[in-house]
């Protein structure tokens, strides 16, 4: 298989396992990853954890077998890569991506389509489409432009330069890096602690931030959005076991139910 997942403790652990090709993306891994989440949305995980095997974390789209004059570009990405990246980026859970080695073009977005992405120190982070004499794509104008601003955007597009893992972390593209050795273990101890949390809450949290980007919301508009956000999490078993565990001065038990 391409795509392997793992259920355990309401996390589905997402691994990309074709490290012969560096976890390249062709159509049926696409699938794959689209129907892993499919089954980790069913199972009602409140968490999803995505890496890879082998050498890196993806080195992008599979281009080994096209012909330049026969494909149809602009069909491939709206078929399979785009929904692809929406899939990861409104996944109704907390989601995490563990970056190690290249981590390039559709690679990149789909790492940066996750909640929190945590990287190894020497990874390489990317969309080096100026070689390709092609537009770096799978979100990356988002989600950089988002991240570090048009200026840092527009001038690694032009250079096709690299990033380190370091580099990306401290310019603010990736939430944090760390050695290889801890990567995968402290993403998955983070995964965890937060799929063992008020989840429900959360997914409020995250369409809000959603909203912010996407419609640029003033002030009036983010209180609003909070306020029904916080209407709807007040509804919830979760909301009722966080107050109840506050007034009696112990460690709140989440069930990540909506029922209250």
């Given amino acids: 298989m391409s795509v392997d997942i793992e ?19 062709d159509e049926p891994m696409v699938t794959a990853l689209l129907g892993a989440l499919d089954e980790a949305e069913v199972q009602r995980c409140r968490g999803v954890l995505i890496r890879g095997e082998g050498r890196g974390f ?30 990861v980026a409104g996944f109704p859970a907390p989601t995490f991506a563990a970056v190690h080695g290249a981590c390039l073009g559709a690679g990149l977005g789909l790492a940066l389509a996750c909640d929190v992405v945590y990287v190894a120190d020497d990874a390489r982070l990317g969309s080096p489409f100026a070689k390709l004499g092609a537009v770096p794509d799978s979100g990356a104008h988002y989600f950089m432009a988002g991240r570090i601003g048009v ?30 050795a ?13 799929a063992g949390g008020p989840t429900l809450a959360f997914h409020e949290s ?16 983010v209180l609003a959005a909070e306020a029904a956000g916080q209407g709807t999490a007040s509804r919830t078993a979760d909301y009722v ?10 460690s709140p038990r989440f069930s990540g139910r909506a029922e209250a």
């Avoid at 259920?7 to 993306?25: G, H, S, T, Y």
């Avoid at 840092?152 to 939430?175: P, Q």
């Avoid at 995250?206 to 508009?221: N, P, Q």
């Avoid at 076991?241 to 112990?250: C, L, N, P, S, T």
Wanted: proline residues 3%.
């Fill in 151 to 180: 200026h840092r955007t527009l001038e690694l597009i032009y250079s096709g330069r690299l990033l380190s893992g370091r580099e990306a972390a401290a310019i603010g593209l990736v939430n944090k890096s760390m050695g290889r």
């Fill in 206 to 221: 995250k369409r809000i931030v959603s909203r912010v980007a996407d419609e640029h919301l003033d002030l009036r508009g």
């Fill in 7 to 25: 259920l355990r403790d309401d996390l589905a652990e997402v691994v990309l396992n074709r490290p012969e090709k560096i976890n390249a993306l």
């Fill in 58 to 87: 993806c080195s992008g789209r599979d281009l080994g077998g096209v012909d330049p004059l026969a494909e149809d570009a602009e069909a491939i990405l709206r078929q399979q890569f785009n929904p692809l990246v929406q899939r």
């Fill in 241 to 250: 076991e966080g107050i109840r565990a506050f007034q009696q001065k112990r």
């Fill in 182 to 194: 801890v990567l995968v273990e402290r993403t998955r101890h983070l995964a965890r602690q937060v």
